[in-house]
């Protein structure tokens, strides 16, 4: 069955603005026909469409059960802002493998500053509908370099992908932890200074001796933790 997200109200859920347009007229369907709707919690929601109007479409709830596709693990992605081509193949594989939250950050080496939300969320979207989670990410706002520190106290790991690091992975440092962050540089990397910073905080790991791309680094390092917890 489809999948769309939308709101629910009382007992149904309200299909609207562009999930509602794509419903309509890209998939043409029709009352009657069914549909898997996700409201931005735990459940996946096995409806009917009851009623199709000219800005959304009702649909009744039949059964509902928690989503299998949510991960079991809370992992934030801190990634160094990079060029738009490589931040929209981040975000996919990101939600793919199991992040909760994405916090961008600018440091000495970024070029870009900023980012389009409306492009985000639209992404964001796309990508939980593509795997099948029934729960939206977060991406916040760009934050600092400088507070990076104060952003990462809590955490039970935190995890540095860092090009010049020697010492192989070690599994074991994944055992028991719950609250995961990683952090990812972008194609222009960190200055020696922000990498000397970041190690302090952190256990730096090495993905080997090939220099990756900073989209094919996300997926290297969240594909070992997604595996090795059972996220």
């Known amino acids: 069955m489809k999948r769309f997200f939308g709101r629910k109200y009382d007992d ?5 603005d562009s999930e509602f347009n794509h419903l309509k007229k890209v998939l043409r369907m029709n009352e009657g026909d069914r549909l898997i709707a996700s409201v931005n919690d735990e459940n996946d929601y096995y409806c009917i469409i009851d009623k199709i109007g000219k800005s959304d479409c009702v649909c009744s709830i039949e059964s509902f059960s928690p989503c299998p596709a949510l991960p079991k693990r809370n992992i934030t992605l801190f990634q160094m802002l990079p060029k738009k081509d490589y931040f929209d ?10 992040v909760n939250k994405i916090v961008p950050f600018t440091s000495q080496y970024t070029m870009i500053k900023e980012i389009k939300r409306v492009r985000i969320d639209t992404q964001v979207m796309t990508a939980c509908k593509q795997c099948e ?16 520190p104060e952003r990462l106290s809590n955490f039970d790991i935190v995890i540095f992908a860092y090009e010049n690091e020697t ?10 932890k719950q609250n995961i962050a990683v952090i990812i540089g972008n194609e222009g990397g960190f200055s020696p200074e922000e990498a000397e910073q970041l190690k302090k905080i ?30």
């Open 12 to 16: 149904k859920i309200i299909i609207e």
């Open 89 to 98: 193949n981040i975000l996919a594989k990101s939600i793919e493998l199991g």
């Open 133 to 148: 989670r029934s729960k939206l990410i977060e991406v916040t706002d760009p934050i600092k370099f400088q507070e990076l």
């Open 167 to 176: 010492q192989p992975f070690n599994p074991k440092i994944l055992e028991n």
């Open 202 to 231: 952190s256990t730096s790991i090495s993905l080997g001796k090939r220099i990756l791309r900073c989209d094919t680094a996300v997926i290297a390092t969240l594909s070992l933790i997604s595996i090795l917890t059972n996220n």
